[in-house]
Antibody, heavy 119, light 110 residues
Framework: QVQLVQSGAEVKKPGASVKVSCKASGYTFTGYYMHWVRQAPGQGLEWLGW????????NYAQKFQGRVTLTRDTSIGTAYMELSRLRSDDTAVYYC????????????WGQGTLVTVSS | QSVLTQPPSASGTPGQRVTISCSGSSSNIGSNTVNWYQQFPGTAPRLLIH???QRPSGVPDRFSGSKSGTSASLAISGLQSEDEADYYC???????????FGTGTKVTVL
């Protein structure tokens, strides 16, 4: 069965960077786009970008251009999201999600990783 | 702030039909398909409807989606207590070149 398992919670100071991993299993990792979405406490969903694991091509949300970097390691079926120059309003749960249909239909999601930014 | 607008809340009694609207523009809903997600507190979202009106396997047929022009709707017929959750619409936006989510609607079963 398809599973996306993310790394554990992180606490970071303002100005630092965080890197979250998302290990995929149960399907061909290189065959599907992987997206990243975040949700601040009590807020809605916000898209960060996608990576196509087969080629490594990426596309980032305008808001996060220059601060977010998506990478992947196809040898271990894992995608990564790195966010730099963290601010307190980056405190959120970060999700990876597989695009199963193309067109933004995220059919499988990771369990989420809480990133807390606090001095 | 999101470019897709939803009502903050909707409610109904068990068995009723509830409809959630999602208003966008020509650059998003008007030119791309709409997806809907259901989210329970403390859990990851779940894909409920894709490609405007397609239900993934396992989604009950009381959930249905539609799109007209620059707006979309999610209908829940035969509302059940387990449908109490947050619902989000989403679509690509060609002007922003971003994937955008709606503001979210909390459905309460009275």
């Amino acid at each position: 069965q398809v599973q996306l398992v993310q790394s554990g919670a992180e606490v970071k100071k303002p100005g630092a960077s965080v890197k979250v991993s998302c290990k995929a299993s149960g399907y061909t990792f290189t065959g599907y786009y992987m997206h990243w979405v975040r949700q601040a406490p009590g807020q809605g969903l916000e898209w960060l970008g996608w990576i196509y694991p087969n080629s490594g091509d990426t596309n980032y949300a305008q808001k996060f251009q220059g601060r977010v970097t998506l990478t992947r390691d196809t040898s271990i079926g894992t995608a990564y999201m790195e966010l730099s120059r963290l601010r307190s309003d980056d405190t959120a749960v970060y999700y990876c999600a597989r695009d199963g249909v193309t067109g933004g239909a995220f059919d499988y999601w990771g369990q989420g990783t809480l990133v807390t930014v606090s001095s | 702030q999101s470019v897709l607008t939803q009502p903050p809340s909707a409610s109904g009694t068990p068995g009723q039909r509830v409809t959630i609207s999602c208003s966008g523009s020509s650059s998003n809903i008007g030119s791309n398909t709409v997806n809907w997600y259901q989210q329970f507190p403390g859990t990851a979202p779940r894909l409920l409807i894709h490609s405007n009106n397609q239900r993934p396997s396992g989604v009950p047929d009381r959930f249905s989606g539609s799109k007209s022009g620059t707006s979309a709707s999610l209908a829940i017929s035969g509302l059940q207590s387990e449908d109490e959750a947050d619902y989000y619409c989403a679509s690509w936006d060609d002007s922003l070149n971003d994937y955008v989510f709606g503001t979210g609607t909390k459905v309460t079963v009275l």
